[in-house]
């Protein structure tokens, strides 16, 4: 007899205090890396003839960014993006998502092409390949030329849909020996929304609903049209998806009538943006509800809207619970105990992790994708530079833990998820929030430019090493 049977205790069983990557291992194969974006990070704002985007402009009113700060220099990543490689590569990361600044491309938003634009992603992406990391490019995070905007007023324009359709097949045509998967956009609702709805990112406006509603519009439109204008550009072979941070409706308790209405919810709350790309139609309680502020389409743009997509990309943050309710619309309402419920540094960072195993349950079991990438998870943290260089993340650490542990449950009931990209690389310019916030696993100190493994880059690496959560 052992002595925990003696003590009346259970016996100690074989797996109990086994390390985690025995447990939760990922599939073979499966891609770490990390994401960022080229207004946050490149700096080099006057640059290699880059036009001005709407974010140089918002950036520079007084007001409207955190003290003042702008993307001007960020974190110089125009000039050090061969350190920044090394970055990645010192985690051990097979993979990278970076984004393409549109003005550098075409600085007017259309017309002619700039060089030295293409030249510089071009040269980043040789120096991804030439160390093993394979580059995921996302066309638009938000930093749309601003000649667009004054032209056509930006998004609020059909014209703005088209651009893109060619900006996107162009780079496409320039990449795509070299790049295989391409995002569209990413994140209508934080563009769209926070950008011409609430006002708090650029152009900073407040649009009335009919006008939102077609903003929406021509925004997956826009996401259309380059879905077709990178497959018949790019090379054939070359994969196009979207990088969505969807509404995840989490059903609050486990079991039916919940997990339904989780269903329903996430397709409602969804409806204008990836609902529309994934079943080609609006939602017809959306209509209603929207009314004579309706977005106005064609059947064609329809069409175009949900061309077929190789892959969905998941940004996951937060989780939006929700609970059945037959008399509500959809069937369910979200719900949220408004002020002890636990965030990140960010005020809107939610603690969540069942979100990370809903975004992929969702897209497998409502839309049927057959292939996800998380393309953003990651969290904000007041990070402190210890005086001999280091920084003990432990918040952050334990928030990508516990997600990470969730995504390994949807991994291992077979939802197709093919990979993951932590936000963010380093830290860099947070938007409305500046630099305030910090979202990197490496820490800059944005007056030297010099950058600083955290505590959470050294579990990162052991992440991808043991391809497990540890
Ligand atoms: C994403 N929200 O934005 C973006 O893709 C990144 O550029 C950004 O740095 C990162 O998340 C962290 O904020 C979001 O209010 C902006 O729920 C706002 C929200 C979520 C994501």
Known sequence: MGASAALGLPEISSAQGRPNEQFYRFPEGFKWGCATAS???????????????????????????????????????YHRYKEDVQLLKSLGATV??????????????????????????????????????????????WDLPQALQDRFGGWESRETAKAFGEYAGYV???????????????????????????????PGLQLPPAKLNQARHNAVLAHGLAVRA??????????VGLAENFVIAVPVIEV???????????????????????????PELYLRQQGANAPKFTAEDLAIIS????????????????RADDKAPG????????????HMASPWLDIGPEALYWAPR???????????????????????????????????????????TKLNRATSEGFPVRGYFLWSLMDNFEWADGYSLRFGIYYVDFETQKRYPKMSAAFYREVIRHNAVV
């Not at 497998?364 to 003990?392: F, M, R």
């Open 331 to 342: 069937g369910f309402v979200r719900i949220k105990n408004p002020s002890s419920y636990p």
């Open 39 to 77: 207004y946050q990070i490149e700096g080099g704002a006057n640059e290699g003839g880059r036009g001005k985007s709407i974010w140089d402009t918002f950036s520079h009113i007084p007001g409207k960014v955190y003290h003042n700060q702008t993307g001007d220099v960020a974190d110089d990543d």
């Open 172 to 202: 496409a045509s320039k990449l795509s020996d070299r790049v295989h998967h391409f995002f569209t956009t990413n994140e209508f609702s934080s563009f769209i929304d926070i950008g011409y709805k609430d006002g708090r990112f650029a």
């Open 362 to 404: 969702h897209l497998g079991q409502i839309w049927n994708v057959k292939e996800i990438y998380i393309t953003e998870n990651g969290c904000s943290s007041a990070d402190v530079l210890t005086p001999d260089g280091h920084v003990y993340d432990t918040d952050r650490i334990m928030f990508l833990r516990n997600y990470l």
């Open 256 to 282: 039916e009538p919940h997990l339904k209405a989780s269903r329903e919810a996430t397709r409602l709350m969804n409806a204008p943006y990836l609902t529309v790309i994934m079943e080609g139609k609006y």
């Open 96 to 141: 990278y998502r970076f984004s393409v600044a549109w003005p550098r491309i075409f600085p007017e938003g259309t017309g002619k092409p700039n060089p030295a634009g293409i030249d510089f992603y071009s040269r980043v992406v040789d120096e991804l390949l030439a160390n093993g990391i394979e580059p995921f490019c996302t066309l638009f995070h």
């Open 307 to 322: 061309s077929p997509l190789d892959f969905v990309g998941a940004n996951v943050y937060t989780p939006a619970y929700v």
């Open 230 to 239: 990178i497959r018949a550009q790019g090379k054939p072979g070359t994969r």
